[in-house]
């Protein structure tokens, strides 16, 4: 195709539309592949897939091939589904929450999501899923950005507690963030602080640019 061979010398852009929860959302062939992009920030397929990538290595992607449950928290163009379809090979249940129904929209028109199986999607706010959901997970993964900023209650105790709750046994969190400001790494030096001997944590700082993920996994009931 034309546009994706050209995007190897410039990025070309194939839709675009206002968003009052992402500020814009772009679909672009960049290199030879279709992104999701906000105003300010990559979405899916692009430095974001990249940073999960190497969250779930350091998670294994051996073990997670036999999890039987994933949720993820913050769909947009779906990058961690695929990552997990297609290379981790992870075939039972996924559950994908996203705010934005526009975004299912284009994750559905433009990176088919709607052609993966297993997977539900839920057109809902991550924060009130986790509050009615009455199933366990054995990997929870919360990516959950508005344009750059990251909501409050990720980092809030009601929302760990919560999360912790829905976690199997032996099972992962991972986390990611984004580290703009010392506002920011301060936030998370106190969200680390938070999980207590149960769990072990690890931080990886600069994973692209400015993310760093937490992994966090449950040792104790
Ligand atoms: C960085 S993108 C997610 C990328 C995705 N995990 C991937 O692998 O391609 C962040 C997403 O979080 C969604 N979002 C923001 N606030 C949310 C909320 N409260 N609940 C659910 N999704 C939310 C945004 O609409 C956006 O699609």
Redesign the pocket.
């Known amino acids: 195709m034309f546009q994706k061979l050209l995007s190897y010398l410039i990025p070309i852009n194939i839709f675009k539309q206002n ?1 009052s ?2 500020k814009s959302l772009e679909v672009t062939w960049n290199n030879g592949k279709l992104v ?1 992009d ?1 105003k300010n ?5 692009g430095s ?2 990249r940073a ?1 990538k190497k969250g779930l290595r350091f998670i294994g992607f051996e073990r997670i091939e036999k999890f039987e449950n994933v949720l ?12 997990l379809r297609d290379e981790i090979k992870y075939k039972n249940k996924i559950t994908g ?4 129904k526009n ?1 299912i929209e284009l994750a559905n028109r433009y990176f088919k999501l709607n052609e993966i199986k297993n997977l539900e999607l839920v057109n ?4 009130e ?1 986790v509050l009615k959901t009455k199933e366990k997970y054995d990997l929870i ?1 919360i ?4 344009d750059t900023v990251m ?1 409050n ?1 990720l980092f809030e105790d009601f929302f760990i507690h919560r999360i912790n709750f829905l976690l199997n046994l032996n099972g992962f969190i991972l986390f ?1 963030t984004m580290v703009l400001n010392e506002k920011d790494k301060e936030r998370n030096k106190i969200y680390r602080s938070k999980f207590k001997e149960e769990y072990s944590l690890r931080m990886y700082p600069k994973i692209e640019e400015h993310n760093e993920l937490f992994t966090i996994k449950k040792l104790k009931i």
Request: no cysteine.
């Open positions: 968003s929860i992402n999701l906000s920030t990559n979405y899916s397929y974001l897939q999960l993820v928290l913050g769909v947009a163009g779906g990058s961690v589904i695929k990552t929450v996203e705010i934005d975004v809902e706010d991550a924060f899923f993964i990516d959950i950005f508005q909501p209650f990611n």
